[in-house]
Structures are given as structure tokens and as C-alpha cells.
T-cell receptor
Framework: RKEVEQDPGPFNVPEGATVAFNCTYS??????FFWYRQDCRKEPKLLMS???SGNEDGRFTAQLNRASQYISLLIRDSKLSDSATYLC?????????FGTGTSLTVIP | GAGVSQSPSNKVTEKGKDVELRCDPI?????LYWYRQSLGQGLEFLIY????????KSGLPSDRFSAERTGGSVSTLTIQRTQQEDSAVYLC???????????FGSGTQLSVL
């Protein structure tokens, strides 16, 4: 079983839509969680950390559900510039485990 | 420097040749990771350095792959006798500690002909 699993998509949504991605992780001992964004042919960049209490950064909201071992990312009022691949990242021990990413395309 | 620096940005080599990829982490970052990403695929962990501890080499795909980190800073990933399946983007990342956020370099695109 993979450490981190994500729906690869693709998600094609119109501008202004709300879209949500989920990610599940297999190890209950995992201690830190992040969402990274990767643009085509670019390196991944940190989007936001994910906390149990939930956290928000502008149009982006991240949630962690430890009991069910999943994390989510909600994007409101989608912009064309949100088009990218979103990577779920879980830290277990010293290791960063990356999901394969969910592809989002925001359509004009 | 301000960010993680990798060189070269592109490397084209012939099958069977050796290549060296370089990574300069962010100053002060103690943890350094190497990943590999094939086109349209996720990140594949290769090796991890933390301070002066022995590296975690569990992700290296074969004994043709090796890496070192000199002086706790610059790291070199060496691939011997390259094969076509080694073609990928090799990404280096560093972090301040073991559970801190990762900062990636822009990667080395390796093409083995």
C-alpha cells in the first residue's frame, strides 16, 4: 500500500468554481502534512501546511482528519493561475512522502 | 544563496557514460534530499542526508547511483554507466530540520541517449 494516495484527476473547472482535493495516508504515526504546488516542468513549491484545526490562506483552505487519515485542500473562486498539479505531502519519521499529484486546469 | 541551486540545468549524455549532478542547498539547512521525477510521474525518493548522520540510501534504485555531501553543504549525485531509463528530472531539496518544509531546486533534466 502506498504511503500517500491521491486522485490524479484531471480536474477541469471553470473560473470562479470551488474545487476540493483529498489525499489519504497509510501511517497513523505521520506527524506533519503539507500541500505543494507544481507547475508544468517546474519544481514543487510549498503551498501551505496542514493542521488538525484547519487553516486558511486566502482562497485556500486545508484540513487534516487524523481519525480517517486524510487531508484536503479546498480552492474557492478558482483563477486561471491556479492551474497546476497539487501534491499532498506527508512526513513520517525523517521521510517526506509525496502523492503523485492531482492535476487542476481552470478554464476561462 | 537565496535558494537551492542545482547544476547543470540540463544534461544530455550517451548510454554508458557517468554523470555528476550538483546541489547547493540553502545556507544553514541541515537536511538535503534527492528525488527523481519522470515525465508525468510523482517524485521518487533517492537519498537523504541529515547533518553528520549516515545518509538514508534506501531509495537508490541500483548500485550505479551514489551521492555524497561534503562539509554538510554541497551534494553530488553520481550515476555510473547511465541507462536510458535513468532519463528524468533530478530534484534536490533542503530543509532546516527533519520535519521542516522542503525547498526545491529547479532540477537537472537528464537525458540519456
Amino acid at each position: 500500500r502506498k504511503e500517500v494516495e491521491q486522485d490524479p484527476g484531471p480536474f477541469n473547472v471553470p473560473e470562479g468554481a470551488t474545487v476540493a482535493f483529498n489525499c489519504t495516508y497509510s501511517n497513523s504515526a505521520s506527524q506533519s502534512f503539507f500541500w505543494y504546488r507544481q507547475d508544468c516542468r517546474k519544481e514543487p513549491k510549498l503551498l501551505m501546511s496542514v493542521y488538525s484545526s484547519g487553516n486558511e490562506d486566502g482562497r485556500f483552505t486545508a484540513q487534516l482528519n487524523r481519525a480517517s487519515q486524510y487531508i484536503s485542500l479546498l480552492i474557492r473562486d478558482s483563477k486561471l493561475s491556479d492551474s497546476a498539479t497539487y501534491l499532498c505531502v506527508v512526513i513520517t519519521g525523517n521521510q517526506f512522502y509525496f502523492g503523485t499529484g492531482t492535476s487542476l486546469t481552470v478554464i476561462p | 544563496g537565496a535558494g537551492v541551486s542545482q547544476s547543470p540545468s540540463n544534461k544530455v549524455t550517451e548510454k554508458g557514460k557517468d554523470v555528476e549532478l550538483r546541489c547547493d542547498p540553502i545556507s544553514g539547512h541541515t537536511a538535503l534530499y534527492w528525488y527523481r521525477q519522470s515525465l508525468g510521474q510523482g517524485l521518487e525518493f533517492l537519498i537523504y542526508f541529515q547533518g553528520n548522520s549516515a545518509p538514508d540510501k534506501s531509495g537508490l534504485p541500483s548500485d550505479r547511483f551514489s551521492a555524497e555531501r561534503t562539509g554538510g553543504s554541497v551534494s553530488t549525485l553520481t550515476i555510473q554507466r547511465t541507462q536510458q531509463e535513468d532519463s528524468a528530472v533530478y530534484l534536490c531539496a533542503s530543509s532546516y530540520g527533519t520535519v521542516e518544509k522542503l525547498f526545491f531546486g529547479s532540477g537537472t533534466q537528464l537525458s540519456v541517449l
